[in-house]
């Protein structure tokens, strides 16, 4: 199992002069995740953002370290995999395309086996070749869980897990969390208090104001 820990100390964020949270600390090691809960607008989503280093906070610290040594900012992009309402994925392209262009922004062999192994296992093989902007929103969440996992991240962040699912789709989350929950790092925002079960402890952003 390869060793990781993710450090959040003293973190604050700040919208101009709005606290969004602050004094927030908690450490995480591979095999361990995380709920974070708190009502709307209380910084889940912001918060998720930060931990992926798609925006910045306003004091404190973040630490990634693999193996004993600390990742370099630049490179955190390569460790993590993100689930989000705001993750972008491309209307005019199909879902296999889709995938083969994550693979190659992430700089990625883009093995064919791989693409469709994800595919089938998100229950879309059979619309591969279709554009994304005909699929349904509950199929447009599998498939940002297909492009978050492409590249086997040591670190799984989740931005309301299981919204737009149906009831397979929440098994497929359910067995994917699981699965990585048992060797890597997981961090789950979200609303729903079914997904608790999700994570060994949960951080409420309503106590960080
Ligand atoms: N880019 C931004 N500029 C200014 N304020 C922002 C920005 N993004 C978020 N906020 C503010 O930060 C606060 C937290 O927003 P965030 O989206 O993180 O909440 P959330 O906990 O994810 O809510 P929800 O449960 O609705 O998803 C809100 O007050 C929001 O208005
Ligand atoms: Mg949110």
Known sequence: MIKISLEV????K??????IFKELDFSLNQS???IIAGKNGSGKSTLIKIIAGVLSHSG???RYIKEGKEI????????????????ILYDEFTAKENLELFARIRGLKIETDLIDNLLNEI???DRRNDLLRT??????????????ILHNPLV????EPTSNLDLLGKEFVQNLIQRYRKEKIVIVATNDREDYSFGDSVINLDDYK
Do not use: C, H
């Open 9 to 12: 100390q003293n973190l604050k």
């Open 14 to 19: 700040l919208f101009s002069r709005r606290l």
């Open 32 to 34: 361990q995740s995380l």
């Open 60 to 62: 404190g610290n973040i």
């Open 72 to 87: 370099d900012k630049e490179k955190i992009f390569n460790f993590i995999g993100l689930v989000s309402p705001y993750l």
């Open 123 to 125: 229950g879309l093989y």
């Open 135 to 148: 699929f349904s929103s509950g199929m447009k969440q599998r498939m940002k869980y297909a492009s978050s």
């Open 156 to 159: 799984l962040l989740i931005d």
